[in-house]
């Protein structure tokens, strides 16, 4: 492994301009949101259709993906890597630790635009929507973030 050329700005640009239906959840859209946790990777949730089109646009960065578009589909996740980290679900569903069966395709239909610059913008899912997808583990720092959500909720709430 050797480090790539990686530039935040320009790989989500690269994600939005290849038609990908990718939200990016996880720490780092937190951070995005402004909220003080730390990550080291990216989490997106993909479309099960789009892998071929996320591989492709970010094969510019030297990320290589652990498994092929089938097996990555048989198995509902992947890994994107190379110096950089990118963790990609692909399942239709997930369900919460509580039971509550959380879908793509709804979380894309309710998605939020984050725009960065005044040309690059990234999909996440909405903040009710992100307090779901951290119940799907719910790790010690899973709950960290749900209450930090709750806050951001509150916050912006009337």
């Given at each position: 492994?050797?480090?790539?050329?990686?530039?935040?700005?320009?790989?989500?640009?690269?994600?939005?301009?290849?038609?990908?239906?990718?939200?990016?959840?996880?720490?780092?859209?937190?951070?995005?949101?402004?909220?003080?946790?730390?990550?080291?990777?990216?989490?997106?949730?993909?479309?099960f259709d789009?892998?071929?089109?996320?591989?492709?646009?970010?094969?510019?960065?030297?990320?290589?993906?652990?498994?092929?578009?089938?097996?990555?589909?048989r198995r509902?996740?992947?890994?994107?890597?190379?110096?950089?980290?990118?963790?990609?679900?692909?399942?239709?569903?997930?369900?919460?630790?509580?039971?509550?069966?959380?879908?793509?395709?709804?979380?894309?239909?309710?998605?939020?635009?984050?725009?960065?610059?005044?040309?690059?913008?990234?999909?996440?899912?909405?903040?009710?929507?992100?307090?779901?997808?951290?119940?799907?583990?719910?790790?010690?720092?899973?709950?960290?973030?749900?209450?930090?959500?709750?806050?951001?909720i509150a916050?912006?709430?009337?």
């Amino acid at each position: 492994m050797h480090g790539s050329h990686f530039d935040e700005l320009s790989f989500f640009a690269a994600i939005e301009a290849s038609g990908a239906r990718a939200l990016l959840f996880g720490r780092r859209a937190l951070v995005l949101l402004g909220l003080p946790v730390l990550t080291a990777d990216y989490d997106f949730w993909l479309h099960f259709d789009d892998v071929e089109l996320l591989n492709g646009a970010v094969e510019p960065f030297e990320l290589v993906a652990t498994v092929d578009a089938a097996e990555a589909r048989r198995r509902g996740r992947y890994v994107l890597q190379n110096d950089e980290h990118v963790d990609v679900l692909i399942a239709r569903t997930v369900p919460t630790v509580d039971g509550e069966i959380v879908a793509f395709d709804d979380l894309w239909g309710r998605r939020a635009e984050l725009w960065l610059d005044d040309h690059v913008r990234v999909m996440i899912p909405t903040l009710a929507d992100l307090r779901r997808t951290k119940r799907f583990a719910a790790r010690e720092k899973d709950l960290a973030d749900l209450r930090m959500l709750d806050v951001l909720i509150a916050e912006r709430e009337p």
